[in-house]
Structure formats: structure tokens, C-alpha cells
């Protein structure tokens, strides 16, 4: 299994350019997720999806979008980036959220600078 | 979820137990307490958890107090691959709001040679 995977590994935008990141599991799982990380700081959730084609906001989710056609795909879009998205993002996936079952599987993260 | 306090630094020598304690003074009866870790620059990985009774599993031991307001993560023979930063978490499953991790600071631990 290669667990979550996600593409690209790095990338620079100039502002205003758009991008797109791909999140990939094959565990099966019903829940995935997007964070982001800041440098010293902890990760901030900026959306969910709770099954295949359903998608809904976390704690940060301005100036992002996101798609979920597969169950084992989960995207993230930047329409116009800015200096401000620069950051860490990952991707996680969940079996569950019941209390007890919901430990969450990363992918190794894109590193993403907005000039 | 209930907030959680950690050292921010900790020193273990490589082959010895690494013994990382947690406060969680505020939780509730149904919140469980989760720990992972960050290895420099990669995604978090899962540890272990627990709701009242100890628990091991091949990567850790955790601890928790008969009251729940603390719990320690064991790693028996720590190794310089554990060098990370472990974060203790509570949580419970309480709709919306639930599928979201909130890491904290986190403590850091240097395993030395």
C-alpha cells in the first residue's frame, strides 16, 4: 500500500496563478482531509470531505477549493494565489470519526511558495 | 476538545525509554487521547491512543492516570529515527467540529547518541 500520496512535491507560483493539488489513498477511507502548516506552528484544517462528492469548509478555507469526484482522490484548488498561501499543505484520510477510530493517515506534504 | 499541555523540550539517550508526559487537567469522560508525531519536514504519522485503560502497541506504550488528567507515551528503546515532535491530543467525536486535529506546540524530542 502507498497510503496517501500527494503531487506535487514543491512548487512556486507567482501571485495570482492558479494550481492544483492532488491528494491519492488507496486505504479505502470515507473521510480526507486538507491542512496546512506554517512554519512553527501547528496544522489548520482548511477542508473536509466526508465521502465521495461531498465536500465542506474547515477552519481556514478562503481562497481554496476542492473536489472530490473519487473516493480516493481528494483535490485542492488555488484560483489566484497569494503571498499569504504560502505554506506547508497536507493531505489525510480517516476511516472514521467515531471517538476510538479516527486516527488520520498523512501524505508527506507540498511545499508551496507564492512569490 | 480539551486543551493539553506538553513540555516543549526533551533530551533522551539513544537505547533508553523515552518517557514524553502530557496534561490534560480539563477532559471530559468520552474525549480520547491521541498521540502523534512529526519527523523534520514530513506529514504527522499516528502513535497511538487510548480512552481510560493503558495501551501498547508496536510503536509505543501510553499511560494514562486513573483520573485522565495526565497520560505518558512510552518509547521503550528510543532510537535516533524518533528524533521528532510529539503531540499529545484530545478529542471526541461531537459532530462537525470533530474532524479537525488541533495540534498544539508539540514537545521536542532530541534522542542523542
Known amino acids: 500500500n502507498a497510503g496517501v500520496t500527494q503531487t506535487p512535491k514543491f512548487r512556486v507560483l507567482k501571485t495570482g496563478q492558479s494550481m492544483t493539488l492532488l491528494c491519492a489513498q488507496d486505504m479505502n477511507h470515507e473521510y480526507m482531509y486538507w491542512y496546512r502548516q506554517d512554519p512553527g506552528m501547528g496544522l489548520r484544517l482548511i477542508h473536509y470531505s466526508v465521502g465521495e462528492g461531498t465536500t465542506a469548509k474547515g477552519e481556514v478555507p478562503d481562497g481554496y477549493n476542492v473536489s472530490r469526484l473519487k473516493k480516493q482522490n481528494f483535490l485542492l484548488g488555488l484560483e489566484s494565489a497569494a503571498p499569504s498561501q504560502t505554506s506547508v499543505y497536507f493531505c489525510?484520510?480517516?476511516?472514521?470519526?467515531?471517538?476510538?477510530?479516527?486516527?488520520?493517515?498523512f501524505g508527506p506534504g507540498t511545499r508551496l511558495t507564492v512569490l | 476538545d480539551a486543551k493539553t499541555t506538553q513540555p516543549p523540550s526533551m533530551d533522551c539517550a539513544e537505547g533508553r525509554a523515552a518517557n514524553l508526559p502530557c496534561n490534560h487537567s480539563t477532559i471530559s469522560g468520552n474525549e480520547y487521547v491521541y498521540w502523534y508525531r512529526q519527523i523534520h519536514s514530513q506529514g504527522p504519522q499516528y502513535i497511538i491512543h487510548g480512552l481510560k485503560n493503558n495501551e501498547t502497541n508496536e510503536m509505543a506504550s501510553l499511560i494514562i492516570t486513573e483520573d485522565r488528567k495526565s497520560s505518558t507515551l512510552i518509547l521503550p528503546h528510543a532510537t535516533l529515527r524518533d528524533t521528532a515532535v510529539y503531540y499529545c491530543i484530545v478529542r471526541a467525536y461531537s459532530g462537525a467540529g470533530s474532524y479537525q486535529l488541533t495540534f498544539g506546540k508539540g514537545t521536542k524530542l532530541s534522542v542523542i547518541p
Open positions: 489525510a484520510s480517516s476511516y472514521s470519526v467515531a471517538s476510538g477510530q479516527n486516527e488520520q493517515f
